[in-house]
T-cell receptor, first 113, second 110 residues
């Protein structure tokens, strides 16, 4: 158990809908990272927040957005969902902003029908 | 664009064999290189490398970084069936961005 929690574990929704994934980092960690892992694309870095501020951006679509709240938990919002958004979404946390050792949560499996 | 390439893509060995996994990277403002093991769930951290030529070791696993040639290797000696997993390499930048390779799938047969 890495200490990073993610909810929900599974999410099934329809195309065009909007969902919110939630992540609570390890106690004391200030950085949160979001990743998408699909079968055909491997692990893709989406975005990083450090102490409430956006720190780095990867291959995140405009339909996706994220934020980190004062209590350091983070939410990833996915809107206008498409079939291709079906994937495993991981959250990771680290204690610093330099993307060093990251501890991964169990992931949220999103299925878009 | 930052790039991380792992080889081989997959590998099948027998218990007791030694394996070497490769990771090359092209990254702007490189900070560190990390190795992860992923079984049926989330990746788990193995090593973080920041300096060239210094081997990191944990039991039967070891890893080293060459910042001049821009690559890293992960060695596993005396492999066991429990080592079967996908091994991921990731480069991290000073700006906080991570780029992952596609992984090497290792299968260890009894």
């Amino acid at each position: 158990d890495s200490g990073v929690t993610q909810t929900p574990k599974h999410l099934i929704t329809a195309t065009g809908q909007r969902v919110t994934l939630r992540c609570s980092p390890r106690s004391g960690d200030l950085s949160v990272y979001w990743y998408q892992q699909s079968l055909d694309q491997g692990l893709q870095f989406l975005i990083q927040y450090y102490n409430g501020e956006e720190r780095a951006k990867g291959n995140i679509l405009e339909r996706f957005s994220a934020q980190q709240f004062p209590d350091l938990h983070s939410e990833l919002n996915l809107s206008s969902l498409e079939l291709g958004d079906s994937a495993l979404y991981f959250c990771a946390s680290s204690d610093r902003g330099g993307a060093d050792t990251q501890y991964f949560g169990p992931g949220t499996r999103l299925t878009v029908l | 664009e930052d790039k991380v390439v792992q080889s081989p893509l997959s590998l099948v060995v027998h218990e007791g064999d030694t394996v070497t996994l490769n990771c090359s990277y092209e990254v702007t403002n490189f900070r560190s290189l990390l190795w992860y093991k992923q079984e049926k769930k989330a990746p788990t951290f193995l090593f973080m490398l920041t300096s060239s030529g210094i081997e990191k070791k944990s039991g039967r696993l070891s890893s080293i970084l060459d910042k001049k040639e821009l690559f890293s290797i992960l060695n596993i000696t005396a492999t066991q069936t429990g080592d079967s997993a996908i091994y991921l390499c990731a480069s991290n930048t000073n700006a906080g961005k991570s780029t992952f390779g596609d992984g090497t799938t290792l299968t260890v047969k009894p």
